[in-house]
């Protein structure tokens, strides 16, 4: 007989079925692998889950910010307000154009950037305003709707972890231009791909040309473009897991309302009651000794991971550049968060393991 220790819980995992197996089998029998007619399907299902009238699909999360921002003509001598607080593609979207980044600090009790801090960082040359909705929870579009309006800016949500996060009851990504991610790890997955959502059909037009060699007619090249291309077979699989979002949005929410009941020992997240969060990370703040409570729950099995250790005004890639700054609720975030298992295929004796756990900190 052998002694079974548990395994580790591991902090996410990308939930492939039969449905989306049979769906890439039957792209990859039907001899059209690029850019085709599963994407169109795929970007008119994406559209219709955020109420918006386009979605222009891309090749990956980062992708969709580059082209949102170039689309929009942003470039050289022109300020993007973003998240200190992030991943590192939300402000390098930024760079990629040419234009520079520009940070405000973050909302301690939600993590997303704040809209005070942000007009202060408006100057002539703000083009454009880019809050995140980390870990799944939208950050304050009221404010930042306002914000953009009274100063005509344009607004890209950075909704990459956020895939049908409502704000006032309305989907995010159709309040600015939406950018998604299908990354691995995010609430959905394709492998690797993004999407783009609006309501602008000038906008949806310039996309789709950025997206494919700015060509409208094979070999006429209007402008200069890129191959930022999402395959038929990376949608095949999109199709199969939006049909699963829903349910498993449910799950990651009535994960978190039990972490949020019994989980005693770390700060829990704090939802704005205007937002509807979709737990895409459970982010708690572990005040004092995060490394030994990382190391505490290793040796128990859970899986856990920082994001994010290093705020992005304090990477190399900005610090090398000037663009760097005192950012303190950013930095302390930084210090103090900790992700925990939070995915839907979760089973109760893993939530169970993982509430115990995280419970004997202290
Ligand atoms: C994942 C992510 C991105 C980038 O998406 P990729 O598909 O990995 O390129 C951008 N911003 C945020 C907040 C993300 O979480």
């Not at 993007?80 to 930024?94: E, G, H, M, Q």
């Not at 408006?122 to 799944?136: D, E, S």
Request: hydrophobic share 40%.
């Amino acid at each position: 007989m052998t002694i079974r220790t548990a395994s580790t819980i591991s902090l996410s995992r990308p939930l492939i079925g039969e449905r989306e197996k049979a769906a890439v089998i039957r792209v990859l029998e039907s001899g059209h692998l690029a850019q085709g007619e599963v994407v169109a399907e795929f970007e008119r299902r994406f559209a219709a889950l955020h109420g918006t009238r386009y979605c222009v699909a891309t090749s990956s999360g980062t992708t969709a910010l580059h082209l949102a921002l170039l689309a929009q003509g942003i470039g050289p001598g022109d300020e993007v307000i973003t998240s200190p607080f992030s991943f590192i593609a939300s402000a390098n979207a930024i760079l990629f154009c040419g234009a520079t980044p520009v940070f405000a600090d973050i909302v301690p009790a939600t993590f997303n950037l704040d809209p005070d801090q942000t007009r202060r960082a408006i100057t002539p040359r703000t083009r454009a305003i880019m809050p995140v909705h980390l870990f799944g929870q939208p950050a304050d579009l009221d404010s930042f709707e306002s914000i953009a309006r009274e100063y005509g800016l344009s607004m890209v949500e950075d909704a990459c972890q956020a895939h049908c996060a409502r704000w006032n009851g309305r989907p995010v990504g159709s309040f600015g231009v939406g950018c998604f991610s299908f990354y691995p790890t995010k609430n959905i997955t394709t492998a690797e791909g993004g999407a783009i959502t609006t309501n602008d059909d000038d906008l949806a037009d310039r996309l789709r040309l950025l997206r494919n060699h700015g060509m409208r007619r094979r070999y006429y090249h209007e402008i200069l473009g890129y191959n930022f291309r999402l395959t038929d077979v990376q949608a095949a699989i999109g199709l199969a897991q939006i049909d699963s979002l829903p349910e498993w949005t449910n799950v990651r929410r009535a994960n978190a309302a039990e972490y949020d009941c019994r989980l005693t020992s770390v700060v829990t997240p704090w939802v704005d009651r205007r937002a509807e969060h979709v737990y895409h990370q459970y982010t708690v703040r572990i005040r004092r000794d995060r490394g030994a409570a990382i190391e505490m729950l290793t040796q128990r099995g859970i899986g856990t991971s920082i994001y994010y250790p290093i705020p992005i005004h304090e990477q190399a890639v900005y610090t090398d550049r000037g663009l760097t700054g005192s950012f303190p609720e950013a930095e302390r975030a930084a210090r103090e968060v900790l992700s925990i298992p939070i995915r839907p295929d979760l089973t109760t004796q893993e939530r169970e393991r993982v509430i115990d756990a995280v419970n004997e900190l202290v």
